[in-house]
């Protein structure tokens, strides 16, 4: 793989743990209010896809509805805490081959200038000898 092609799928795979920890916060922040959200033993939530935020705009659930949303939420918290772990695990190898790419880069250009400098000198040498 090419630097830009390293670059490119670094920079994709940051832009995807970015919205996974978004959707995680929301997603925390939703189970959070769930949880404040109790009122005589039943819980009073928005409905889902709604924008609006007042309480006219919610639904009332009762304790087990509340039970399979908490479990729900949890289940998907956690399916996007290991895709976000395997992305920084990704990121992480990604820049290691980054800079490794660019080390050896300079590693190879070093070898070439030094294998280049053999090659005059012999040239030069040779050019000597056959002016003896």
């Known amino acids: 793989m090419s630097i830009q092609e390293l670059e490119h799928k670094l920079a994709a795979l940051s832009a995807v743990n ?3 920890k ?3 916060e929301q997603l925390r922040r939703k189970l959070e209010d769930s949880e404040t959200g109790k009122m005589s033993g039943m819980w009073y939530l928005p409905e889902p896809f709604c924008q609006a935020s007042s309480p006219a705009s919610w639904m009332l659930l009762s304790e087990d509805e509340v ?3 908490k479990e729900e939420f949890q289940a998907r918290l956690g399916a ?3 895709t976000i772990a395997s992305l920084q ?3 992480s190898k990604l820049q290691a081959s980054l800079a490794a790419a660019l080390a050896g880069g300079s590693h190879q250009g070093a070898q070439l200038q030094a294998l280049q400098a053999t ?3 012999l040239a030069r ?3 000597g000898l056959s002016r003896k």
Do not use: C, I
């Open 18 to 20: 970015r919205a996974l």
């Open 67 to 69: 039970e399979d949303l």
């Open 22 to 24: 978004l959707e995680n």
């Open 125 to 127: 040498e040779g050019e």
């Open 80 to 82: 996007a805490d290991r």
């Open 89 to 91: 695990d990704d990121k």
């Open 119 to 121: 090659v005059d000198s």
